[in-house]
């Protein structure tokens, strides 16, 4: 029977609750809805390096290669040798040995490629904190690479401005990022201070004491902007420049996360995103930016190039530079009654149905299904 190859090489949660977890969940039930709708059975092979061993062997007797249609695989942050629980490389042939057969049957190969975080000092921990370990991890980061570049006919980055440093000479692409459902709120009574919120880490000092000493210049005659400010407990006692703001009258900062999201999202009128803009930045697609726009929130971003193109393209939100005076405006203007309006309209409109899981899944198989002749 026709199918469709989907590959994890790593395994996968049973009750995934954060965003790692679940969108191997999400993309699978997408394509599986796909699948139903154009005639194809979905087959997927996932966990550590013995269970897909099972599930290859498993598929090899059961289909016939060349009834694939395409395989889409998505990597781990952790190169593919390493993914086993305890990180030991089992099985070293095994994953590029299908791989090989799949090209040798003429199936076209799709791979989503996550971050490329490990190039960066600054954000590497390589394993046990060893940095001795770093040169010899980037060699297999960069082998694991080339290994994908045998085998893999199309790259999917999270953005093509990536590829400066996937350096990927083959096809690459963007997906679309995969959305849940946008949910529509009631709008804000008429005379009530417009509310922004921002959830995130706030170890990138730079663009968090943007936002905060924008607020502050906002704020500086009358509460104008109130903003929800939402971040880990724990890096918070650990900054006393941010803890400086406890007493500002605009100012609410809780330590929420998952469900107890979604009553701070339904009462805020814009999210924010500022991140220093960097040459990680520049490329890197934040996770939030996709979870403020599933409820509806322009966004008020910095310049990064990634976001700021996304947002601009898109009417989805105003772009800042790294400045507390210009950020102060962008909020004013995304809160503005007539800009609020156009921008939620926008994304009403065009987000989830441009940018949803069944978007992804459709785009990756389109171009796949293109390659197969």
Known sequence: MNHILIYFPYELQQNPKSGSGVRPKRLTEAFRRYGEKQGFEVVVISGQSQQRKKEIEKYLSSYKMEEAAFCYMENSTM?????????????LGMDSGFW???KKHHVPIGCFY????????????????KKALTPVMRHIYQTELKTYHKYVDIM????????????????????PPGMEPVEKTAPAPKGSVPSAVYVGGITDEI???TMLEGF????KDSLTVQLQFICRENEFKKSAKIQAYTDRPWLTIQHLSGQELKKVYKESTIALIPREKNTYHDFAMPVKLFEYLSYSLPIVATNCDAQARFLEENNFGIVSEVDKHQFAKAVLRAVDPDMHFKL????????????????RVEKAANDLLGLKG
Not at 160 to 169: D, I, P
Request: net charge negative; proline share 7%; aromatic share 18%.
């Open 79 to 91: 190169p593919y040798w390493l993914t086993d629980k305890d990180h030991l490389p089992r099985a």
């Open 100 to 102: 090989r057969k799949l």
């Open 114 to 129: 996550r971050d490329v975080y490990w190039q960066f000092d600054d954000m590497y921990v390589p394993p046990f904190g």
């Open 156 to 175: 999917y980055l999270p953005s093509l401005e990536m590829n400066s440093f996937v350096k990927w000479s083959k096809k690459y692409d963007e997906l």
């Open 207 to 209: 663009g968090i004491l």
């Open 216 to 219: 502050d210049e906002i704020n």
């Open 344 to 359: 939620v309209s926008s994304i009403e409109a065009g987000a989830y149905e441009h940018n949803s899981w069944d978007a």
